[in-house]
């Protein structure tokens, strides 16, 4: 079972960037995907999740402003991450489980995770 972030890379505050999280070996449809992100001496704090059946979470501070999708054809979900600030700036982790809608932003509630890929927002 594995999980592979990509996308990350260095923009401008207001640019934009979509990650991708390729899944193999499981059906990423069997899951709920969420993303999850970690500044440098911060908290890993949840930041978007994508259940099996396509509703979708967000944390307040990206809501407007990131879109997750998925495509269970590629087995890969998308954060199409828009309007981005400096604040933004964290490793970005994707993670696989069946969290309760509620707890979707409890990293505990997750099985698997992806290795995590840099975002960084210049001011």
């Known amino acids: 079972v594995q999980l592979q972030a990509s996308g990350g890379g260095l923009v401008q505050a207001g640019g934009s960037l979509r990650l991708s999280c390729a899944a193999s070996?499981?059906?990423?449809?069997?899951?709920?995907i969420g993303w999850f992100r970690q500044a440098p001496g911060g908290e890993r704090e949840g930041v978007s999740y994508?259940?099996?059946?396509?509703?979708?979470y967000y944390a307040d501070s990206v809501k407007g402003r990131f879109t997750i999708s998925r495509d269970n054809a590629k087995n890969t979900v998308y954060l199409q991450m828009n309007s981005l600030k400096p604040e933004d700036t964290a490793v970005y982790y994707c993670?696989?489980?069946?969290?309760?809608?509620?707890?979707?932003?409890?990293?505990?509630?997750?099985?698997?995770w992806g290795q995590g890929t840099q975002v960084t927002v210049s001011s």
């Open positions: 993670a696989a489980g069946r969290p309760m809608a509620s707890a979707w932003f409890m990293s505990s509630m997750y099985y698997y």
């Open positions: 070996a499981f059906r990423s449809g069997d899951y709920g």
């Open positions: 994508i259940r099996s059946g396509h509703s979708t």
